[in-house]
């Protein structure tokens, strides 16, 4: 978590949470609040409004948040943190299918902003399933909730998955925008909420030693690396609709993409950031269904053992069809047309119930020009690379070669650490404290705008294309527990590389 010690609280608000009684608002949403609160970074005067689509009492509701919160906080947790910032919420039922339900909802909100003299400040949360992310801004724009007058802010946060392709990711950005402005908008990604995703910008552009080198003449080549364990698990027919590149590729692996190849932004704030990183998103080369096929690998996992955990196969997992071509693991290649990245191919790849779960992106730099030490031939020498490792050890490595020290000259490559627990105490945090905190005092560089957003599915489309209608032809599988399907090391091989070894 960000050290919030010489942050301000936020003005005062109201926070309406939709889908309150949802898992993201019990594992994310609340915990968070909670470590805000206890950093005493919450506004001076707020509440929350708890709405679902079926009513619930207050004291339920309190209730069973508090016992998600025993459940996911991320320290433990004080009675008197926790009851504070529980007597703040009030549960509401609103269901957007029944205009009159969100009439109530005006009015107890206004009653509620009222007595606890909030301002008139608003931060909508959707924390609900995408089909009621349009349906709901619609009811809110009808009653005015999200028109900012009098010098108050209305603000609108919305999870993830925006959209499911270009079209549909276009007509929701079409929708909001229609009711609110682009400022008023926080697209979450929750990869923008981990302190060493964050820290790409400050190694870039705090450091002037890595720009230099940053571009096409000294980098071979980039890889991502998005490795999970979980196997699929109580999401069957979420994932089975949505599949690992919808799901993971172009909003958290096109994060680290983005921050990784953007240009330097002049200045650090919410309109330079974005525009530099939508500008390299923008860039990447749009393929051909057929260099789509030949440049991406889909997996789908089937039964294995991860540990002493024993994982069903892919498709005999409940709401998942029995033949089933949802990919679970995805490699791709992909080029980023400009100067400083021309010829750079960047690969990426992430999957489920692999061997281990490991998030790094890894720039690999290019060989010496030539074997000066005669017993060691350049293919030999260690790989240049430099490592931004996101989890599990948040830190950074660079891979050189060095002397083994004796009478001649023997080469091998080690590696220099930076590692995030040897040099700073944090407390543990979910990652949503940054991000909820910034909706708060209205700050979007963490923020996905829409440009950036329909420029990642603008990218990804004709994979989604060529595989719709290839079907389950070319999908792979391999067993949980392994290192991903063969293809996915052929790729790379194909072009006389590999991927770094975790
Ligand atoms: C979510 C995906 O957005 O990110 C999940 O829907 C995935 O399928 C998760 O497991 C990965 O997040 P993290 O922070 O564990 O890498």
């Known amino acids: 978590m960000r050290n919030f010690q010489p942050c301000q609280k936020p ?7 939709f889908g309150v009684t949802g898992d993201l608002t019990k594992r994310l949403v609340i915990p968070s609040l909670y470590n805000l609160a206890a950093a005493e970074l919450l506004p001076e005067r707020f509440c929350v409004v ?46 957007p299918d029944d205009g009159p339900s969100f009439d109530r909802l005006k009015e ?61 990711a276009r007509a929701l950005n079409a929708e909001l925008l229609n009711i609110l402005n682009e400022h008023q908008i926080y697209r979450i990604d929750h990869y923008l909420g981990k302190e060493t995703v964050q820290n790409i910008l400050v190694l870039r ?18 890889q991502i690396i998005v490795d999970e364990q979980l196997g699929v698990g109580h999401r069957g027919s979420f994932y089975d ?47 051909s269904e057929e260099e789509a096929l030949k440049n991406s690998v889909r997996g789908q996992y089937t039964a294995g053992k991860i540990g002493d955990t024993e994982i069903p196969d892919y498709r005999k997992t409940p709401g998942v069809r029995p033949d089933s071509a949802t990919e679970t693991y995805v490699a791709m290649k992909l080029n980023i047309d400009n100067w400083r990245w021309a010829g750079v191919p960047f690969y990426l790849r992430t999957g489920k119930a692999l061997a281990m779960k490991h998030t790094e992106v890894a720039i690999k730099f290019r060989e010496t020009p030539f074997a000066m030490f005669r017993c060691t031939p350049v293919e030999q020498l260690a790989e ?27 080469i091998d490559g080690v590696q220099m650490k930076f590692l995030y627990k040897d040099y700073f105490k944090s407390e543990p945090a979910t990652g949503y404290e940054t991000l909820i905190y910034d909706c ?8 996905q705008r829409a440009d950036g957003v329909e420029a990642g599915w603008r990218a990804v489309q004709p994979f989604l ?8 032809k070319g999908l792979e599988f391999y067993p949980a527990g392994s290192e991903g399907p063969p293809g996915a090391f052929e790729l790379l091989k194909r072009d006389g590389r590999s991927w770094r070894k975790l």
């Open 108 to 168: 107890q909100l206004e009653r509620l902003e009222s007595a606890r003299d909030t301002g008139g400040n608003r931060l909508f949360y959707l924390a609900t399933p995408p089909d009621v992310f349009a349906p709901i801004v619609r009811q809110l724009g009808r009653l005015g909730l999200l028109k900012e007058d009098h010098g108050a802010w209305r603000r609108l946060v919305i999870e993830k998955p925006f959209g499911t392709d270009l079209a549909s």
């Open 50 to 95: 708890g709405v679902a689509r079926c009513g619930i009492l207050n004291e339920a509701l309190r209730e069973s948040l508090m016992k998600g919160l025993h459940q996911f906080a991320t320290r433990p947790v004080e009675d008197k943190v926790a009851n504070r910032l529980l007597e703040c919420i009030t549960s509401v039922e609103a269901d």
């Open 11 to 17: 003005q005062s608000c109201a926070l309406v949470i």
């Open 205 to 222: 552009f705090a450091n002037g030693m890595f720009e230099p080198i940053w571009n096409r003449h000294h980098i071979d080549h980039v």
């Open 241 to 287: 609709a949505t599949g690992a590149l919808r799901d993971m590729v172009p909003n958290h692996l096109f994060q680290l993409l983005s921050l990784i190849a953007m240009e330097p932004p002049r200045h650090f704030d919410a309109h330079n950031v974005r525009s530099e990183k939508d500008g390299v998103l923008a860039a990447i080369q749009t393929q």
């Open 384 to 410: 240049n690379y430099l490592v931004i490792c996101v989890e599990p050890t948040e830190g950074i490595t660079l891979q050189f070669n060095t002397k083994v020290p004796g009478p001649v000259i023997r």
């Open 465 to 472: 294309d060529a595989w719709k209608r290839v079907g389950s």
């Open 440 to 447: 708060m005092i209205g700050d979007n560089i963490l923020f």
